[in-house]
């Protein structure tokens, strides 16, 4: 089995908010993350695939298709775009790394092209902090 | 064998040097003209524009320069380099939203502005003539330089 990795970035913008909490027990926990005017990163998005290699084409997975899917499903739909107002996964779930990982992995079940399977999504926030998603 | 001649400089017994250190914060921006229609803001700023704004991990990088000192080796104190910066630049703009910030009120907070905005704060903070170079990278493909 290969794994593959295709790589993209997207600058968005977020905040991190409890609704269920007051002030003081957001602050208390998200520090300045919890400025409701929002902050921002360019993220890097890592999705890997598995699979076996297509002995016709030595290809585990087209890859104009995947970085198409991604394009669709994730990039156009998070970049240059405040994640808290304007991604819907997010009116409900707070935009962490984490969760921000398991938003593109839902986001990319069942769509990755040929026989390859997505194996693992990994979403850096900052060059020294980022968050996989294997699905479990 | 080559010979290299740093002229008067090392027969003075000085020498220049220059020390570059780089700082990191994130933080939200639209741009956008109010002057502008939202068509011309679109075709000008593309998705930049997007109402809602959009975020960097901007990377600060600030080169000082001058005369080598004979007792610490150094060409300027990198503690007081530090906390001016961490000061002046980065607990100001770090986590917030730049259009929200005072300093741009009546600018586009462009990267172009706001390594301007940074310079001029630097100077103020820092001897005369230290600062030799202040870059902004927005992001690994656009980085933006101010010398005046």
């Known amino acids: 089995?290969?794994?593959?990795?295709?790589?993209?970035?997207?600058?968005?913008?977020?905040?991190?908010?409890?609704?269920?909490?007051?002030?003081e027990e957001n602050t208390?926990?998200?520090?300045?993350?919890?400025?409701?005017n929002g902050h921002g990163h360019n993220y890097t998005l890592e999705v890997t695939v598995a699979g076996e290699i297509d002995p016709a084409t030595g290809f585990v997975v087209d890859?104009?298709?995947?970085?198409?899917?991604?394009?669709?499903?994730?990039?156009?739909?998070f970049d240059h775009r405040h994640l808290n107002?304007?991604?819907p996964e997010f009116r409900a779930m707070i935009p962490t790394t984490e969760n921000?990982?398991?938003?593109?992995?839902?986001?990319?079940?069942?769509?990755?092209?040929?026989?390859?399977?997505?194996?693992?999504v990994r979403v850096y926030e900052m060059e020294n902090l980022f968050a996989d998603y294997y699905g479990d | 064998m080559e010979v290299v001649d740093f002229g008067d400089a090392i027969r003075d017994g000085e020498m220049r040097a220059y020390l570059g250190r780089?700082?990191?914060?994130?933080?939200?921006?639209?741009?956008?003209?109010?002057?502008?229609?939202?068509?011309?803001?679109?075709?000008?700023?593309?998705?930049c524009a997007n109402p809602h704004g959009h975020g960097h991990n901007y990377t600060v990088e600030v080169v000082v320069g001058g005369e080598i000192d004979r007792e610490t080796g150094m060409v300027f104190d990198l503690g007081r380099l530090d906390g001016s910066v961490c000061r002046?630049?980065?607990?100001?703009?770090?986590?917030?939203?730049?259009n929200t910030?005072?300093?741009?009120?009546?600018?586009?907070?462009?990267?172009?502005?706001?390594?301007?905005?940074i310079r001029r704060r630097l100077e103020k903070a820092l001897p005369q003539r230290l600062i030799v170079q202040v870059r902004v990278e927005e992001t690994s493909n656009n980085f933006f330089e101010y010398s005046p």
Not at chain 1, 69 to 77: N, W
Not at chain 1, 100 to 120: C, E, F, N, S, T
């Open chain 1, 1 to 23: 089995m290969i794994l593959l990795t295709r790589r993209a970035e997207f600058s968005a913008s977020h905040y991190y908010w409890n609704e269920a909490w007051s002030a």
């Open chain 1, 28 to 36: 208390r926990a998200f520090g300045k993350c919890a400025n409701r």
């Open chain 1, 63 to 77: 890859l104009k298709q995947l970085k198409d899917v991604m394009e669709r499903e994730v990039v156009s739909v």
């Open chain 1, 85 to 87: 107002l304007e991604v």
């Open chain 1, 100 to 120: 921000i990982a398991v938003a593109v992995w839902r986001r990319l079940q069942g769509k990755i092209p040929g026989k390859a399977k997505l194996h693992r």
């Open chain 2, 22 to 47: 780089r700082y990191r914060l994130s933080a939200s921006h639209r741009l956008f003209c109010a002057s502008l229609s939202e068509a011309e803001n679109r075709s000008v700023y593309g998705k």
């Open chain 2, 88 to 98: 002046e630049v980065v607990e100001p703009f770090d986590h917030q939203n730049l």
């Open chain 2, 101 to 117: 910030l005072e300093c741009f009120r009546d600018v586009v907070p462009t990267t172009e502005n706001l390594v301007i905005e």
